[in-house]
């Protein structure tokens, strides 16, 4: 039995797209229209700002004026940090009891845009305010140090294979990218 957990968001054309290719791979499942959360399964676990400030200032490819913004705060706090309290993806594969956590990016992950003033957590229950393009950031580190097995599919990596993409479930981490573009893998030192 197979049980796949997805809140639905209109706005969201290329999600939904993708989500749409899921259920045609794993036409028997259960489909649970839900926010799928992992905070439960991982509720100490934390970033560390200061080798997140190194993997910024080793990265070429995300824009140069955030990335060193990001590296300013991240110095400032020197801290183990967490985005929220409660931590999500946008889909949970389950089957057999056996989670598989999966991320669609758009390039909001790449490119660092949205610049609401969100919070990011210490490990000391503390909070920063920090822009929303560095809060994307450490979830998205987070979710790579922490959830296995997780697959990240990009959206311009989705939109070239879509027709070929045969979304297998893994043991370890996954990443479907284009070549020589920003990716987790790369900049977590994962491949």
Partial sequence: MITIYYQ????????TAFFNH???YF???????????VTDDYPDRYVDSQQLVEQLERDVLLPERKRRNCIEVLKSSRQLLRPSSRITVDVIIEEDGTRSYWE????????????????LYSS????????????????????VQNLRPFTIVWYDWFKAHMDSFD?????GFSEFYIQGKFNFGS?????
């Fill in 8 to 15: 639905p968001n209109k706005s969201r054309r290329r999600e």
């Fill in 22 to 24: 899921l259920i045609k």
């Fill in 27 to 37: 036409p028997h499942a259960e489909i649970v229209s839900s926010a799928p959360s």
């Fill in 104 to 119: 669609f990016h758009e390039q909001q992950h790449r490119r660092l845009t949205i610049t609401r003033n969100p919070k």
């Fill in 124 to 143: 000391d229950g503390s909070f920063i305010e920090v822009p929303r393009y560095l809060q994307r950031l450490v979830f998205d580190v987070w979710r």
């Fill in 167 to 171: 979304p297998r479930l893994n043991d």
């Fill in 187 to 191: 900049f977590c030192q994962l491949v």
